[in-house]
């Protein structure tokens, strides 16, 4: 890998905030989701990723800056000779001048070594839990990643699968559930971003948004329509198609049907939910035909809908 820090285009002295805004800002400009299929970006993503990581952990940063570390983790080699002026012929002795190897401050002699190395191999063992793996590094989890997902209103109400490119640049196909509502999020464990220890991976949330349909609501489980009918559907009855979020059917309107009646189909909501249309008697525009006949038929008959509601 790069210079970590080249790769961010941040100072050696960047904080841990400008650290995390160097890298967010990056990983959204290159993110696999606003460039689909730009092989170039998906490389340079990971590889921003990588830097991210790698710098986020303190102590690989120590070592880096340093010098004990390369930009993969390595350790870099060192000689006898360059540990102090005492180490030549006399083998290790001389090493306390300064010479050290992954945190080990060696003594006089190859006892003092030896000694040091049983310490620390026992400590280690003493910090595995029951599956080997360490205390600290179970309590280390990487952040957890969200991605924005919309869906459409028949996706979210019947269920869907849709395909989804994680932070990691993998893709993934994930199952939209049955009756699924605006701003639900779904959890893939372990798909956010990488630990620092590497066994205790973020979580990738997929935040859902749900178009509106241009004639569907819904409340709970229950689909809700409005359904336009003519004069003559309304007065005379019959049937009539109806959209539902399974495909159209044809409802039955019994004779003299008012503006404002509801009607049920049932189990062609989400779900098993039931949907409810209301009916909305409209009249023909322009006709000059039917407003004489509806005319002549007010002044024979004199109808008055507010009078028979009390409001003459």
């Not at 970590?4 to 990056?26: C, F, I, N, Q, S």
């Amino acid at each position: 890998m790069k210079d970590p820090y080249l790769v961010l285009g941040v100072a050696k002295t960047a904080t841990e905030d400008e650290l995390k805004k160097a890298y967010r800002k990056l990983a959204r400009s290159l993110h696999p989701d606003v460039n689909p299929g730009d092989k170039k970006a998906e490389e340079r993503f990971k590889e921003v990723t990588a830097a991210y990581d790698f710098l986020s952990d303190a102590e690989k940063r120590r070592q880096y800056d340093n010098g004990e570390i390369d930009a993969t983790g390595a350790v870099k080699r060192r000689s006898w000779h360059s540990a102090g002026s005492g180490a030549g012929a006399g083998g290790f002795r001389g090493a306390r001048s300064g010479f050290s190897s992954s945190g080990f401050s060696f003594g006089d002699d190859v006892d003092d070594i030896l000694s040091e190395m049983m310490r620390r191999k026992e400590k280690g063992r003493s910090q595995q839990g029951p599956q080997g793996s360490s205390k600290a590094g179970r309590g280390t989890k990487g952040e957890d990643a969200h991605h924005a997902l919309t869906v459409t209103f028949i996706e979210a109400a019947l269920g869907a699968t849709k395909r989804v490119t994680l932070v990691s640049g993998k893709a993934l196909d994930v199952k939209i559930p049955v009756g699924t509502v605006d701003g639900q999020s779904l959890r893939l464990k372990g798909q956010g971003y990488p630990s620092f220890l590497g066994d205790n991976d973020g979580d990738a949330y997929i935040d859902l948004k749900v178009e509106p349909h241009p004639y569907f609501t819904r409340r709970d489980k229950d689909v809700l329509l409005d359904l336009p009918v003519s004069v003559q559907e309304a007065v005379l009855g019959g049937k009539v198609p109806v959209p539902t979020v399974h495909g159209k059917v044809m409802l039955t309107l019994p004779a003299g049907s008012n503006t404002g009646a509801v009607m049920r189909l049932k189990g062609k909501g989400i779900d098993g939910g039931d949907q409810l249309v209301t009916l909305k008697v409209v009249l023909p525009e322009g006709d000059a035909e039917f407003a004489k006949l509806v005319e002549k038929w007010g002044a024979r008959n004199g109808y008055d809908p507010r009078a028979k509601a009390g409001m003459g």
